[in-house]
Nanobody, 125 residues
Framework: QVQLVESGGGLVQPGGSLRLSCAASGFTLNGYAISWFRQAPGKEREGVSCISTTGYTYYADSVKGRFTMSRDTAKSTAYLQMNSLEPEDTAVYYC???????????????????WGQGTQVTVSS
């Protein structure tokens, strides 16, 4: 089964940083774009970033300049470096694969299957 496992969440103060990891289980990341989504309590799931098989990245406006996504194909792992964190970034973060490129609709959660358990990120003083 194609599934990714998220890790690296935690509690951090405003202005702090975290790096989330997204490891492939049972498959390699070759041929897959990887997206990060987040969902805060009472809110819809929101697309945060996507990295294509080419390494090209996309970001939501709310995180541009603060978050950086990368991938290590040899380790079948993708990362989300989050800097200058704000309380509004508090959410459960999910990574999810899709074949090929991110595409113009990468932020549409209904386009994805194989959601994992997510990792909690809490930004609070």
């Amino acid at each position: 089964q194609v599934q990714l496992v998220e890790s690296g969440g935690g509690l951090v103060q405003p202005g702090g940083s975290l790096r989330l990891s997204c490891a492939a289980s049972g498959f390699t990341l070759n041929g897959y774009a990887i997206s990060w989504f987040r969902q805060a309590p009472g809110k819809e799931r929101e697309g945060v970033s996507c990295i294509s098989t080419t390494g090209y990245t996309y970001y939501a406006d709310s995180v541009k300049g603060r978050f950086t996504m990368s991938r290590d194909t040899a380790k079948s792992t993708a990362y989300l470096q989050m800097n200058s964190l704000e309380p509004e970034d508090t959410a459960v973060y999910y990574c999810v694969p899709r074949r090929g490129l991110c595409g113009s609709n990468w932020r549409a959660s209904y386009e994805y299957t194989n959601w994992g358990q997510g990792t909690q990120v809490t930004v609070s003083s």
